[in-house]
């Protein structure tokens, strides 16, 4: 079983639709949780952190439920300029020493 | 400007050429490391460093080699590159945070594009 898991999609919707991303994971003693955004080719940047109550950055909602090992990205009100890759992040203690684990990411297509 | 850099950004070789890519970051960062990236498998860690002198494997460590002599520089070196080599490769930088605190924010190079034929 992979450590992070997500659909890889694409996951096509129109302007301003609501969307939403699921990301599994699999050891129950990662800490923290992210979500990178990559657009096509391009390195993977910081879109926000994951707090286990939840948190919310403009349009874009994270949620974290550690009883059932998953994360969540709601995207509201999409925007062409949304289109990219979403990673969801975890790091994951190996031999002491925290690093960072990615999915392989849910590609998001927006359409006029 | 805050940022990590790499060189270069796109390079063609062909098999058993020796070839280093370059990574540098402006932050003081004390961990670098290096993944590559290949199509449905996500970005997968090569190697990474704690700090100067001290490096250790990732998940994909076979046919890469890098060293720290400087804080701010962090290169990949393939000795002999094969065509299963052929990947985009990115170098990332972080903080290292409070000892046994949560890691933080990661910021990644462009990308350098490798194909080796």
């Known amino acids: 079983r992979k450590e992070v898991e997500q659909d890889p999609g694409p996951f096509n919707v129109p302007e301003g639709a609501t969307v939403a991303f699921n990301c599994t994971y699999s050891?129950?003693?990662?800490?923290?949780f992210f979500w990178y955004r990559q657009d096509c080719r391009k390195e993977p940047k910081l879109l926000m952190s994951?707090?286990?109550s939840g948190n919310e950055d403009g349009r874009f909602t994270a949620q974290l439920n550690r009883a059932s090992q998953y994360i969540s990205l709601l995207i509201r009100d999409s925007k062409l300029s949304d289109s990219a890759t979403y990673l969801c992040?975890?790091?994951?203690?190996?031999?002491?020493?925290?690093?960072?684990?990615f999915g392989t990411g849910t590609r998001l297509l927006v359409s006029p | 400007e805050a940022q990590v850099t790499q060189n270069p950004r796109y390079l063609i070789t062909v098999t058993g050429k020796k070839l280093t890519v370059t990574c540098s970051q402006n932050?003081?960062?004390?961990?670098m490391s290096w993944y590559r990236q290949d199509p449905g498998l996500g970005l997968r860690q090569i190697y990474y460093?704690?700090?100067?002198?001290?490096?250790d494997k990732g998940d994909v460590p076979e046919g890469y080699k890098v060293s720290r002599k400087e804080k701010r520089n962090f290169p990949l070196i393939l000795e002999s590159p094969s065509p299963n080599q052929t990947s985009l490769y990115f170098c990332?930088?972080?903080?290292?945070?409070?000892?046994?605190?949560?890691?933080?924010?990661?910021?990644f190079g462009p990308g350098t594009r490798l194909t080796v034929l």
């Open positions: 990332a930088s972080s903080f290292l945070g409070l000892a046994g605190g949560n890691m933080n924010t990661q910021y």
């Open positions: 050891n129950s003693a990662s800490q923290s």
């Open positions: 994951v707090y286990s």
């Open positions: 992040v975890v790091n994951v203690r190996d031999t002491g020493f925290q690093k960072l684990v």
């Open positions: 932050m003081n960062h004390e961990y």
């Open positions: 460093s704690m700090n100067v002198e001290v490096t």
